[in-house]
């Protein structure tokens, strides 16, 4: 069964353990490919202001609701094995990791596609709003950065 999971900073959740988790879900040799995502913070933002931290706020109740329905949605697409989703919240600096995505699939293909269209949903569908601090000030800013 997919897997979407909301994460606190403090909890610690890490890139090692979401490849742990999806092959302690698999069996091996089932699967033909397992790709990764890892969305962090980036150092310079959309105007090229420097960015000193990243804070992600969330609606955590309906949060985990979306993150799980998308996980489940991608799974059903065709030659997908496995999908989980992770989305950390909290203060976070340039280079930290926030975001987490594992497919796994029976070709490459399919799991490059259905990561897309995960990555692309959470970025749009998950209720977590973004406040960029920059060394010119502090601002929210929308999915596309803006």
Known sequence: MPLGILSRKEDGFSTERLISIA????????????????????????????????????????????IQRIAEEVSKMDGILDVIICHRYGSFE???????????????????????????????????WKKESTTGGSRWVDVDGV
């Open 23 to 66: 092959k302690s879900r698999l069996e091996r040799g089932s699967y033909g490919a397992l790709i990764t995502f890892v969305g962090t913070v980036r150092g310079t933002s959309r105007d090229g202001s420097k960015v000193t931290q990243l804070e992600y706020e969330v609606y955590e109740e309906s949060a985990r609701e979306v």
């Open 94 to 128: 340039p280079g930290e990791e926030v975001l987490f995505v594992a497919v796994a699939s029976e070709r490459s293909s399919s799991g490059f596609e259905a990561l897309r269209s995960a990555v692309t949903k959470v970025k749009h569908e998950v209720p977590i």
